[in-house]
């Protein structure tokens, strides 16, 4: 007779399927705007899920199988990855009895792509069990989406004790404009799956730039800060990206210490912050000031200081005033967004600057960092 059955799915990826962060936050977070470009460890941003992984045998008093083990995450899927190993252990409170373990792989509309069931064996009362699968990708790439079955049978009359299943989709790249992403909240199709301790879950990404608003600012002390432009993340993988830029044309030669592109283009690196739960954008490197012009470069110069900080010169403010800059966002995510977001630049009132600029007059000066 089948009393309960509990299951905790670990899934051992060969190849490039599967995604393990190296190193960096390891707490989960539960929506915020923060991230990390791939060349870098990676953020946990996960929504509930706690990394540690208890000792097997633990979590069990007498006859009551309890969750004890949180599941690696897998996924997401793409063209040119590797057929995968999926390893399933699980603590079932069954009578002893001859069971079979199956995974089967189905399509949207029901068909049958794959079923693998192993050699009957005889389960013990909550022992804990481990069974592996191999997955053939071809049958994860249906861009109509799959449901995976694992399931425990009855092996005297193959009746399903019990099945967990998740549905999942190919990483499809949306193809959206900013305008798309200032208005609406995107969220992905399932494109990854664990298994949490009580059944197997599907992975969404939800993402909302909504907070960029459409300025930015430089405070008193004439630092363009970005610190204040964040934006949503919210999922069970980890946050990635290729690169996170803040652009804009210099054709007025106001930074002439720092490098520019070919077109004129300044281009400072954002990293992604988390500041107790709250995810914002700052700046990657740090630059250095000529403390009395307050001219920024990217290179060490004489009379120049270390800085954190972003400055616009002294008496190019207001020649700065209305420029449109903007956040550059590369294969942004498991989806692997990419857009440029545009913000217009408003100056305020200076205390720092001639006397036609600022509140109060002085030669120069900066900010202490």
């Given at each position: ?244 830029n803040l652009r804009f044309e210099d054709h ?55 800085s954190p900080s972003f400055y616009l010169p ?56």
């Open positions: 007779m089948v009393k309960r059955i509990l299951l905790v799915s670990s899934l051992f990826i060969s190849g490039i399927m599967g995604f393990t962060p190296k190193e960096g936050i390891d707490k989960p977070i539960i929506s915020g705007p923060v991230g990390t470009s791939t060349d870098k460890p990676s953020l946990n941003l996960s929504t509930g899920l706690s990394q540690d992984k208890p000792t097997p045998g633990t979590g069990h008093i007498g006859k009551i199988a309890m969750d004890y083990f949180v599941s690696p995450i897998y996924g997401p899927f793409k063209v040119g990855d590797s057929d995968f190993n999926a390893t399933f252990t699980y603590r079932a409170d069954i009578d002893n009895q001859q069971i079979l373990e199956r995974l089967r792989i189905f399509t949207a509309s029901g068909e049958l792509l794959n079923a693998n069931t192993m050699p009957a064996k005889t389960y013990e009362d909550n022992a804990l069990e481990e069974v592996t699968f191999l997955v053939p990708i071809h049958n994860c790439l249906s861009v109509k989406g799959i449901t995976l079955k694992f399931e425990i049978l009855a092996k005297s009359n193959r009746a399903i004790l019990k099945t967990y299943s998740a549905t999942i989709y190919p990483v499809s790249t949306p193809n959206n404009t900013y305008q798309y992403y200032r208005n609406n909240i995107y969220q992905s199709l399932p494109i990854g799956f664990y298994g949490d301790g009580h059944e197997m879950k599907s992975i969404k990404e939800t993402i909302s730039f909504s907070n960029l608003g459409d300025y930015l600012e430089s405070d008193y002390y004439y630092r363009l800060d970005v610190k204040d432009k964040g934006f949503s993340y919210e999922s069970d993988f980890p946050l990635t990206y290729k690169s996170l007025e030669n106001l930074f002439p210490y720092y490098t520019h592109d070919a077109n004129d283009n300044v281009i400072i690196p954002l990293d992604i912050q988390n500041n107790r739960g709250r995810l914002s954008f700052k700046y990657k490197t740090n630059f250095y000031i000529n403390k009395r012009t307050l001219e920024t470069g990217d290179i060490y110069r004489e009379g120049f200081i270390f002294i008496n190019g403010k207001e020649r700065f005033d209305n420029k449109i800059l903007y956040l550059d966002f590369v294969e942004f995510s498991k989806s692997k967004i990419t857009f440029s977001y545009p913000l217009r630049y408003i100056s305020g009132k200076a205390i720092v600057g001639t006397a036609p600029e600022g509140e109060y007059y002085v030669s120069g000066g900066i900010a202490n960092d």
